[in-house]
């Protein structure tokens, strides 16, 4: 059983950044973020694989980076430029596959955390 615990959500204005962190009791293959706003399904953010293989939905592309420091088990999410639409509970997902983009898509991770709330004002 992997832990997960995020934290660094906050409440920020449109146009602001945030770096979300989370650390895991240890690392495996797939590490991604997912995210679940109000009255809409959960998406795949962003997924990176230990070899540095990264994917993002394309609602983030260009404002997200995901990053993971494989010496402290952490994985990062640095969002800039937020939106109101950004808005979400976001949670940290873990699996030991292969296949990071096609989990990411399909929500298929053994692990999760609970998860840390963005809230962007306009």
């Known amino acids: 059983q992997v832990q997960l615990v995020e934290s660094g959500g906050d409440s920020v204005q449109a146009g602001g950044s945030l770096r979300l962190s989370c650390v895991a009791s240890?690392?495996?293959?797939?590490m991604a973020w997912f995210r679940q706003g109000p009255d809409k399904e959960r998406e795949g953010v962003a997924v990176?694989?230990?070899?540095?293989?990264?994917s993002y939905a394309d609602s983030v592309k260009g404002r997200f980076t995901i990053s993971r420091d494989i010496a402290k088990n952490t994985l990062y999410l640095q969002m800039n430029s937020l939106k109101p639409e950004d808005t979400a509970l976001y949670t940290c997902?873990?699996?030991?596959?292969?296949?990071?983009?096609?989990?990411?898509?399909?929500?298929?991770?053994?692990?999760w955390g609970r998860g840390t709330q963005v809230t962007v004002s306009s």
């Open positions: 997902a873990g699996d030991g596959g292969s296949d990071c983009e096609w989990r990411r898509l399909r929500g298929r991770f053994d692990y």
């Open positions: 990176m694989d230990l070899y540095g293989v990264t």
């Open positions: 240890t690392n495996t293959n797939c």
